[in-house]
């Protein structure tokens, strides 16, 4: 969604905040554009790619040394110029760059317009730049960074809804304003110069140390210094820390798209993963970020797992491993569904948001409604700063660093990584043995060298998506532990190739989908040497039968697959609950080269954003 960069220093302003958009352009967006100010403000924006945005800034040049930039993904009003930010104020000197929705703002601009204010966009923000600029007037006086935040306060108090903002004044140039609640804004801190970005990544390079705002925070940034303060004007608790990114995480390298840079880390952030939270001693999994004591641990009586999108197929996963490891009942709810729904809990369910961001607004929404009703409720998260980390009672890191494709890749791994760690400390401190321990434990262990296996067929497995790149449809079907994964293979395959594609568990074929199998529409069969595979071999059968093409993805030295299905990509062995963990990645890689095949921009797919941070 949207993102913000804003700078004040001794630099010129427009190449860094280019640069920073740039590496924001992976949460999604349809417009782009820039104010700096020298003297006077002057505005470049436009619809379309920051391509276009660096174009028109090079044909109209803007210089200065601070600046406000914007990527935004529309909600209020259509993607034209027009709606692109930053937004003025009445007078044309303040200007604003907004993410989040300002809930009233139909009855602000009303008010506003029967003052006589004239808007020239549809945007929600173009009312708030209005609101603040009509109290700095009202506020009168010298005008100074004092005035400018008081003006800032006083608007924001008038709004419902969620914002992170940047702000800056003509008459007050060596102020930048930025403020949050609901939207993530950090504050990058360097020398004689500092930063305002919605995501770390924007300023990596640049702002050696960070501060995470938190909502209601109101920050003042000037070169060489910044106060934060409460939206009421209290004094606000705020924690410095090292931007921990090196520029090689945000930038692709030798890769040709951070999709695939995403896919290829999968055996590193796996062991990140699982680094320190095996006990050897113990032989089980320690997840000390959880906050709970044994007893709460043994207590607990049901999970619910919650999350949205590639994050609700990882907690898929996490249903089976969890119940097969520890047998504690365990339900999978989409966060968008959660959050509006009654759910009958006892006390001792324990909820675990899921979310690689930590800031998905579904997801955020249902941890606030389960903590609500008294539940001990649990992040698992990747983002260490993120809202959901700091809002959960507890939880687990993925440690996978940035993902920045917006398509999940090793999120998606990491996640169920770490629900298989907490299947494990929660099996082992119910019915399995110290030698289950240890199996479990070493067959971990050996996982991201699998995955390394996987990935040196790379390059056959690029021929095979080429080879179905014909397609008009395809399905994802799997079975048990496999089932999410044949979800996951279809979210994949339709996000970044924009083909039709389904993933439904395999004998689901009868009740229906077996009527869209045709040459034309391949089946992708997730069937590894498991409790099920003679059961997908019939399902492989039947869709042979009615001359569908069959790729599957199977288990090394399981003949059986090579006379039913047209091609095979095979994964090592390894126990049924740590299959998702290796099969995931081929049907990663097949989606990734049959969009590229199809000349999609794998990286930017159309209409998505990488962090939803709206409802
Ligand atoms: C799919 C994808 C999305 C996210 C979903 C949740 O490839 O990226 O489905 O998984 O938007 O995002 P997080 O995990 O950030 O809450």
Not at 22 to 27: A, D, F, I, P
Not at 180 to 194: F, T
Not at 280 to 287: D, G, P, R
Not at 499 to 514: C, D, M, N, R, W
Request: glycine share 10%; proline share 4%.
């Amino acid at each position: 969604m949207c993102g913000i960069i804003g700078y004040i220093g001794k630099s010129e302003a427009a190449p860094i905040l280019l640069e920073g958009l740039r590496r924001l352009e992976y949460r999604g967006y349809d417009s782009a554009g820039l104010a700096i100010l020298n003297g006077t403000l002057s505005v470049r924006k436009c619809k379309g790619r920051i391509a276009n945005l660096t174009d028109l800034i090079g044909r109209e040049p803007i210089h200065g040394d601070v600046g406000i930039s914007h990527t935004r993904w529309a909600t209020h009003g259509g993607v034209t110029d027009e709606n692109a930010h930053p937004h003025f104020d009445e007078s044309g000197k303040l200007a604003l760059v907004h993410n989040g929705v300002i809930e009233n703002y139909q009855t602000l601009k009303e008010q506003l317009l029967s003052e006589g204010h004239h808007f020239k966009s549809q945007t929600d923000t173009e009312v708030l730049a209005h609101l603040i600029g009509k109290h700095f007037e009202a506020l009168g006086g010298e005008a100074s960074g004092p005035r400018l935040v008081e003006a800032v306060r006083a608007a924001l108090k008038e709004v419902t809804g969620t914002y992170g903002i940047a702000v800056m004044h003509e008459a007050v140039p060596e102020t930048l304003v930025g403020a949050r609640r609901g939207s993530p804004l950090v504050l990058g801190i360097g020398k004689g110069e500092n930063f305002l970005a919605s995501d770390v990544s924007a300023i990596v390079g640049h702002a050696r140390e960070a501060v995470y705002l938190r909502d209601y925070d109101v920050v003042t940034l000037g070169r060489d210094d910044f106060e934060i303060t409460t939206l009421d004007g209290g004094v606000s608790g705020f924690k410095v820390s090292k931007v921990e990114f090196s520029e090689d995480d945000v930038n692709k390298g030798a890769f040709p798209h951070f999709m695939l840079k995403e896919i290829f880390e999968q055996p590193e952030s796996l062991q990140n993963a699982i680094r320190g939270r095996l006990s050897v001693e113990e032989s089980t999994a320690k997840l000390g970020g959880l906050n709970m004591t044994p007893q709460q641990l043994r207590d607990i009586e049901r999970i619910v797992l919650t999350g949205c999108g590639t994050a609700c197929h990882a907690a898929m996963v996490g249903e089976y491993v969890i119940e097969t490891l520890a047998h504690v009942p365990t339900e999978v709810e989409f966060a968008s569904e959660f959050r509006y729904r009654n759910m009958p809990m006892n006390k001792d369910t324990v909820v675990f948001a899921i979310s690689q961001s930590g800031e998905t607004a579904d997801t955020l929404a249902a941890l606030r409604e389960s903590q609500r009703k008294g539940h001990r409720t649990l992040g698992i998260c990747n983002n260490v700063a993120s809202t959901i980390a700091r809002e959960s009672d507890g939880g687990v890191y993925m440690h996978a660093g940035p993902e920045i494709g917006v398509a999940a890749t090793k999120s998606f791994t990491s996640q169920v990584a770490v629900l298989t760690l907490l299947g494990l400390l929660l099996g082992r401190i119910r019915h399995l043995s110290t030698s289950d321990g240890i199996r479990i434990m070493e067959e971990m262990k050996a996982i991201p060298e699998k995955v390394r296996e996987i990935l040196k067929q790379n390059d056959r497995i690029k021929e095979i998506a080429h080879k179905y790149a014909y397609a008009k449809a395809m399905m994802f079907l799997g079975r048990q532990f496999n089932y999410p994964v044949a979800m996951e293979g279809a979210l994949k395959m339709k996000e970044i190739s924009y083909l039709h594609a389904e993933g439904h568990p395999s004998a689901e074929l009868k009740h229906g989908v077996i009527a869209l199998i045709s040459p034309e529409v391949p089946s992708v069969f997730i069937a590894p040497d498991d409790s099920v595979y003679d059961k997908n071999i019939s399902n492989i059968e039947e869709v042979k039968a009615r001359k569908g093409p069959v790729i599957a993805i199977g288990t090394e030295g399981s003949s059986k697959l090579e006379k039913v299905a047209d091609d095979v990509i095979y994964i090592p062995r390894c126990p049924d609950y740590l299959s998702p963990l290796l099969t995931v990645i081929p049907l990663q890689l097949f989606a990734y080269h049959l969009a590229v095949k199809l000349g999609c921009d794998v990286d930017k797919p159309r209409n998505l954003a990488k962090s939803v941070t709206v409802e």
